[in-house]
């Protein structure tokens, strides 16, 4: 496949995300007219139909840009960073570290509402520093250790989920399995006020990072004589990364293959230099959580899917045919 | 000579009713022991050779009907989610009714086992069959489940015509609750939601014996038009519905809900009213043969939120 320049990529990523933010406004479990939605968003129409568009769809389209930009981002991050295209921003211990919060909040009974997704970022936290602790060897981060303890320390907390949801009342468990399958309905304006505060200095530091991580990928020795200090490009990244996908957890529970799969897409349609490919992969992820939420919250209307369900379902025959095509031309 | 023969005919046919029925009464009454064959929710044949003397209830719902039935005394087992009526809580707790501990059931030495009808029992059922101990496997998720397992509990434990009158007084009781509400009925139904889970929001549709309730108490589900038992919907096509009043099921009725708290739940007019109704999960959380009390329940609360007094 050949790689598209970058007036036409740039062309298809602002319709890919106009498409997005369209399907995301007009489309459904209320079944409003096109015109409603409209009318509501200049502030005209009924109460009713503006409280739907203003209070529930347009906070719920904003965070999915903004949940599946950072979830592209730390993946797109943590694949340079560990040189493994399979990272992915759970790869590291982080869903793990999540779920279990997630699940102690709900055994425990606290039933307001931002009791779970706190609950969720504080144990992502503890996750993050067991394995920032396990993976520091001698000389600085060492990616390798890095994954092992992700994987070890995610292990370790799915254990125990398991456990809780097994004696777990039925009910207790039903709200753990939910929560974990992840959605964007859950947390309204506050919850995309706080993603976005907390995003924009993670994202910028990766994005500051990001010649550092085109160097890292030529090898690590090659990266030090060109000039990058390892060491402390790894430290960043990893703490940016981690710090940001515990955020999006908390927002949005679960939600899989985004992280995964639009970095490589990116790279496949447009290249591997980071500087351009964060943005992209920002916009992208973005747009692409925005129309599979979309397709969950319509396909079966009044019935919602998990979102997760949707972008997998979409996502892996997309990914599949750019996969074959791109190897095709190689 | 005609007219006396036809009388006579019509005696004999009742006293040949009378006498059979006689006859069925006094089987029932000599051989208390004979062995009884019901087929049950999952179509198998269950056959004991005598009336079950150590049940196991592996669900609420049933563990409910064992002691409506007046059997209370013959239960060796229950779930941990078994919490009516109160003597229930002095049975042997045998754990999870899905995915049961089938040792833990076995240790009790039971003659029956009462399943609920989920996939995740197969191999339970399969378990317990092949350990020679009697399983019968029960749906209990509409008011009709109620009546048919109450009679296989009957049937199976040699009690059939209390069986019978406990549906007969079922049946009587849920026909009084909805008369009342048919007097009452002048004005269109209340539309209701109701809340099993706040995030994502999960609600009950059509095939739940609680849409059931609802109707029988004179309300609307707004989302009768889902077919199963449940379903996620969207919080939009909730506030779109615009119920009247909000029932939310809870183990914990001290505990308010607190709707409002909910991000996005304040675009529900019904949330922002206060129009929220919690149903104790004791009495509403399954169909038991407490259904018509549940009906007379909400029927009431539902009148007086109208009238401004709750």
Redesign the interface.
Known sequence: MNRLARGPFVAALVAAWLVALALGLLA?????APGAVVNALGGGGDD?TR??VW???V?RVALGMLVGGVLAVTGAALQALVRNPLADPYLLGLSGGASLGAVVAIALGL???WA?PLAAFAASLLAIAVVYRLGRAAGGLDPHVLLLAGVVVGAFAGAIVSGLLAVG???QT??AM??LMG?L???????VAVLAVYSVPALALLFVEARALDLLALGEESAQHLGVDVRRTRRRVYLAASLLTAAAVAAAGIIGFVGLAVPHAVRMLRGQEHRALLPSVFVLGGAFLVLADAGA?SAF??????VGVVTAIVGVPLFAVLLRRTMAAR | MSVSRIPRSRHIAGLVAVLALAACARRERAAPGAASSVTDDWNRSVALAAPARRIVSLAPASTELVFALGLGERLVGRTTWCDYPDSARHVPDVGNGIGPNVEAIAAQRPDLVLLYASEANRAAEQQLARLGIGVAVLSLDLAADVRRAARTIGALAGRAAAADSLVIRFDTALAAASRRRDASAARPPVRVYVDVEGNPPITIGAGSYLSEIVAAAGARNVFDDIRGGSGIVSLEAVARRDPDVILVLSSDTTRAPRLERRPGWRTIRAVRDNRVLVLDGRLYGRPSPRMPQAVRDLAERLARLRSGTE
């Not at chain 1, 309905?185 to 919850?191: A, D, F, K, L, R």
């Not at chain 1, 209307?301 to 998990?306: C, D, G, Q, R």
């Open positions: 459904g479990g209320a079944r409003l009713a409280a739907i209070s529930l769809r906070p039933v307001s509402p779970v009342e039925s009910h039903r709200s939910l929560w959605g309905g859950g947390v309204g304006w506050p919850g919250r209307a009044p019935l919602e899917l998990p």
